[in-house]
C-alpha cells in the first residue's frame, strides 16, 4: 500500500511559479515511477510530468514543457513539480500519482496508486 500526499497548492498570478509536493508512504518509494496529472473541471485528467525511478529520466507533456520541472528526492520519499511562467490554462487540481515499472509513464491507466490532489489556481 502507497499513500500519496500532495501539497503546495494554490493561488497565484500569471506568470508567477508553485512548486507542488507529493509525499509518499513507501519503504521502496525509490522503486517507484512516479507522475504528476492534472484535471480542469470539465475535461478529463491529464498527463503533466513523470520520472523514472531508476535511470532519473523525465517526460513532459508538450503543454509544460520548458516552464515545469519534475524531480524527486528518494531519502525524503518526495516528488517535486516546480511550475514556472504558470498561465491560467494551468489551472487544475493536480494529483500525483506512483507505480512500480510502469511502462507508459504518461498513460492513467499505468498508475496504480494515486494522492487526493491539491488545488492550483492561476488568475490572469
Known amino acids: 500500500q502507497v499513500v500519496l500526499i500532495e501539497s503546495g497548492g494554490g493561488l497565484v498570478q500569471a506568470g508567477g511559479s508553485l512548486r507542488l509536493s507529493c509525499s509518499a508512504s513507501a519503504r521502496t518509494f525509490s522503486s517507484y515511477d512516479m507522475g504528476w496529472f492534472r484535471q480542469a473541471p470539465g475535461k478529463e485528467r491529464e498527463f503533466v510530468a513523470a520520472?523514472?525511478?531508476?535511470?532519473?529520466?523525465?517526460y513532459y507533456a508538450s503543454s509544460v514543457k520548458g516552464r515545469f520541472t519534475i524531480s524527486r528526492d528518494n531519502a525524503k520519499n518526495t516528488v517535486y513539480l516546480q511550475m514556472n511562467s504558470l498561465k491560467p490554462e494551468d489551472t487544475a487540481v493536480y494529483y500525483c500519482?506512483?507505480?512500480?515499472?510502469?511502462?507508459?509513464?504518461?498513460?492513467?491507466?499505468?498508475?496504480?496508486?494515486w494522492g487526493q490532489g491539491t488545488q492550483v489556481n492561476v488568475s490572469s
Open positions: 500519482a506512483a507505480e512500480m515499472m510502469g511502462r507508459d509513464l504518461s498513460f492513467s491507466g499505468t498508475y496504480g496508486h
Open positions: 520520472i523514472r525511478w531508476n535511470s532519473g529520466l523525465t
